[in-house]
Structure formats: C-alpha cells, structure tokens
C-alpha cells in the first residue's frame, strides 16, 4: 500500500528517541478529590498530534517499534511517582503480546504501580493471556478500555475505562467484575456531576487540567470542585428516596416473599422474594447499604455481584444491621438514568 503523504515520516523517530517527549495528565479519586495515579501521553515533533503519528507507524510497518518507544520512556518514570498513585499506560491489545513491546515492559523487573490500559481491538488471544498474566505477576494491574466482552472475560481486568458519553448501567456493566471504573474526558462540571451520579471511582479529562511533563497535584479549585459535587450526589441521590418497605420474620420460621429474615438481635440473614409459579426463594444478603449510600455508587455495587445474585434487591439497614426496607436494581438504574 502506498504511504498516504498526510501522515508524517516516523522513521527518524526511532533514530532520534529524544523526539518523543511524554506528558501526564492526573488520574482524580473522586471520593477524595484528589490525584490517584496520571495517565503517560505521547508527544511527537511538529503539529501533528500522536494519533497522526501512531497511525503513520502503523502505516509504515513500525507499529510495534514506536510503541515499544513510548513504553520503554514510560516506565523510565515510574520510580519517580508520588508515594500511593499510579501511572497509566495505554497500549493497543494487538501490540501487547507483540516482542518487542513486551522487551519494552521486560526493561523493569517489577511493575508496582503499573496500570497497563488495554485498548480493545483484535488481538492474538493467547499472546494476550501469557502476557498479561507476566505483567500481573510483577506487580502490574490491567484495564480495559473499549467494548470488548471476550478480552473481558479473558483478562478479567482490575478496572474499566469509560468514555463519558457511556457513564451509566450500560457501562458499569459492561465488565461485572472490575473493582473499579475510570471515566474518561470529563471536560464540564456536568461531566462531573454526571461521572459521580454513575458510580465511577476515578476520573480524567481537560477538566482537571492541561498534561504536564510533571506529576503535578490537582489545583486547589479543581479539588475544591470534585469534592463539593461529590458531597451534593451524596446528599441529593440516597438510596433512601427508593427505599420500600419488607416484612421482618424470624430466621427460623418460614416466610412468605417478600421478606428479611432476621436474627434474635434483629439483623437480617436472608432475604425471601419471589420465585416463579409463586414460589419463595430465600437469598443471601448480598449487598447491604446504608440509607444515604448514593444511588449511583449502590447501583454499581450492585451489578459487580457475582451474576446470580446480580439483580437481588438490595437491603437497606441501619448503623446496627437491622433492615429498613429493600431497593429494587431496575428502580436504581432508572433513577440514574
């Protein structure tokens, strides 16, 4: 194929690695309002941004090379990480299993405190297993950003990377089992708002300011920001406005669904609800939340349970464990809708 003459000759790059520089923009925990990690850019000479540039690597058969660049310089920095965060490397799931890319990781012999952002595409399977399990085992962690439910179910990752125009039910549960969500280009307060009501953890965008060639801390009004929209979600959204009430009965008598069975002491054990042909089923207490947990958070919560208890209603409890009622899932995820 001949090279189309608008992407720039990346050849000289891998002679000069000097010309490509890294910048790092903050990974944010929106509970806390402040810096968890930064995710590595690359920079490349000129006005044509990386995605020109990778394109044109690509284009020319240097894909692999070129990325194997940008890993190498990334790891270059991960001692120099801020005690307690991370530093997020994407890297396509075609290119991860490719030599010389895992040469580049291969250059460190632990990875502690490695987020290694997976971005879906087609990919060699079983390449992708060896090394992924590789990079677990040297302290890494894996996530995985795009739509891709067999890379999903094969590198089962430690988090999800969410656009923000896929916030909500659909995106957490786009991989049930990930700990955590990172909402990407928040660019607007909404954005936030938005972001915070969906239950995700950590966040990153223009809104939380320009990369830098340093690890830099969130400005001031910019934590300020994070934590006063996070403190409004929490007290405009409980759970407690979906709140229905349920029927007590002792653990050791029999029940008629719906209902919570409860202990001597009055906290719940088990819960009854209703099977088909008016049938009772009694379920455990799978999730238990308190009445000003928010309702975007629970609904996360909910849908990372294994997936037979996935759609169980969720108890609600007092400080102590006794039960004030129950919220129905399809009553969450319409309320963060």
Not at 320 to 328: N, Q, S, Y
Request: proline letters at 9%; hydrophobic letters at 45%; charged letters at 20%.
């Amino acid at each position: 194929m001949a090279r189309t003459h608008s992407l720039p000759d990346c050849r000289p790059l891998l002679a000069e690695p000097d010309d490509m520089s890294l910048l790092f923009r903050p990974v944010v925990d929106l509970a806390r309002g402040s810096v968890a990690g930064y995710q590595a850019l690359a920079r490349f000479p000129g006005t044509a941004g990386p995605d020109v540039w990778f394109a044109a690597a690509a284009d020319a058969g240097l894909a692999a090379e070129v990325e194997a660049l940008f890993v190498h310089k990334a790891l270059d920095r991960l001692p120099w990480l801020p005690t307690g965060c991370c530093l997020v490397v994407p890297v396509r799931a075609a290119l991860l299993a490719d030599e010389r890319v895992r040469e580049a990781f291969d250059s460190r012999p632990q990875l502690d405190g490695l987020v290694v952002e997976v971005v879906a595409d087609v990919a060699d399977l079983d390449g992708l297993r060896r090394t992924a399990a590789d990079l677990r085992s040297r302290g890494a962690q894996l996530a995985l950003a795009g739509d891709a439910p067999l890379l999903a179910t094969l590198l089962a990752p430690e988090g999800i990377v969410i656009p923000r125009d896929g916030l909500g039910p659909s995106g957490v549960r786009a991989v049930p089992g990930a700990p955590w969500v990172l909402t990407d280009g928040l660019e607007t307060p909404q954005d936030l708002a938005a972001a915070l009501s969906g239950g995700a953890a950590l966040a990153r965008g223009w809104l939380f300011g320009v990369p830098s060639s340093s690890f830099d801390l969130l400005a001031p009004a910019t934590a300020e920001l994070v934590r006063t929209h996070g403190a409004r979600i929490r007290l405009a959204d409980p759970v407690l406005a979906l709140l229905r009430p349920v029927h007590r009965v002792p653990a050791s008598a029999a029940g008629t669904a719906p209902a919570v069975e409860v202990d001597d002491d009055g906290v719940a054990v088990a819960l009854l609800v209703s099977g088909p042909g008016g049938t009772t089923w009694r379920r455990p207490v799978s999730l238990a939340v308190l009445p000003d947990a928010p309702i975007g958070e629970t609904l996360k919560q909910a849908l990372l349970r294994p997936g037979e208890h996935r759609h169980d209603p969720v108890l609600c409890t007092d400080e102590d464990g006794r039960p004030l009622g129950v919220v129905h899932v399809a009553e969450l995820t319409r309320a963060v809708r």
